[in-house]
């Protein structure tokens, strides 16, 4: 079992930044792939972003590539969702995952965190 944690959501103004952060504990880090999803409000659960097992390789969503940087520190067990230049459609519950590949469906994914909210105003 793993348990993530998100934090670092809030409110922001459009053009800000954020920066989310994911602790991992139960098991290293180092051992799965992770992603960042979101779901908007009454929307569905969308990939944002995800780095592979070693961290070598990343995948980002279209709507986000340029703008958004994943990173991990499997020391610390420990990734990241660096987001500059936020726009209001943005807002969504951030969710932090840990899979065995690295992928942009949800359902491959089997550890979820609780979520952290991050609201852009306009």
């Known amino acids: 079992q793993v348990q993530l944690v998100e934090s670092g959501g809030g409110l922001v103004q459009a053009g800000g930044s954020l920066r989310l952060s994911c602790v991992a504990s139960?098991?290293?880090?180092?051992?799965?792939?992770m992603g960042w999803f979101r779901q908007p409000p009454g929307k569905e659960r969308e990939f944002v972003a995800g780095t592979s097992m070693p961290g070598g390789t990343t995948n980002y969503a279209a709507s986000v590539k340029g703008r958004f940087t994943i990173s991990r520190d499997n020391a610390k067990n420990m990734v990241f969702l660096q987001m500059i230049g936020l726009k209001p459609e943005d807002t969504a519950v951030y969710y932090c995952?840990?899979?065995?590949?690295?992928?942009?469906?949800?359902?491959?994914?089997?550890?979820w965190g609780q979520g952290t909210q991050v609201i852009v105003s306009s």
């Open positions: 139960g098991r290293p880090s180092s051992n799965y792939a």
């Open positions: 995952a840990a899979g065995l590949f690295l992928r942009v469906t949800a359902t491959s994914y089997l550890y």
